[in-house]
């Protein structure tokens, strides 16, 4: 194995999205756009009902597939209208054109790792990151639909 291939674990390329953080594993650049890997960290939120679904940011991907492991922790995923809690080492794949979304009402952070195929998407978490010296520039859902065929539903 050569050792371009190996991303340590404290290697990629990290960004913080308000109260999460994540690190791009694996880009689009370089697999030829065929997917990429990110790990992300969902912080908790609190929130006053138990399923309204807005509370978990639905969207669609009409271009792209997702895949998400959790890691360690657990969260809410919406998947079409459905809410199921998932788990350490649970698996969840949603193709493209599926509405989902993810709520962490544990307390605790939750690490999951995210795939994306093909790949692109992560270049946005990288351009509108929150850690950055200047405030991030608020199109993020503007550049998710044109470039990667995204609809947000509104909050």
Known sequence: MRSDSIVGSTGGLHFADGPDHGRVLISAAETDGAYSLMEWTIAPRS?????????????????????????????????????????????????PGVRHGYL??????????????????????????????????????????QLFATEFEHQ
């Open 47 to 95: 929130t006053d009902s138990h399923n309204d679904h807005r509370d978990f940011g639905p969207h669609r991907h009409d271009a792209i597939e997702e895949v998400f492991v959790v890691r360690k922790g657990s969260l809410d995923f919406l998947l079409h209208d459905e809410i199921v809690t998932m788990h350490a080492h649970d698996v969840v794949r949603v193709p």
């Open 104 to 145: 962490n009402r544990s307390g605790a952070d939750v690490k999951m790792l995210v795939s994306f195929v093909p790949g692109g998407f992560e270049t946005l978490f990288l351009k509108y990151r929150s850690d950055q010296p200047t405030a991030p520039d608020p199109g993020f859902v503007e550049d998710a639909a």
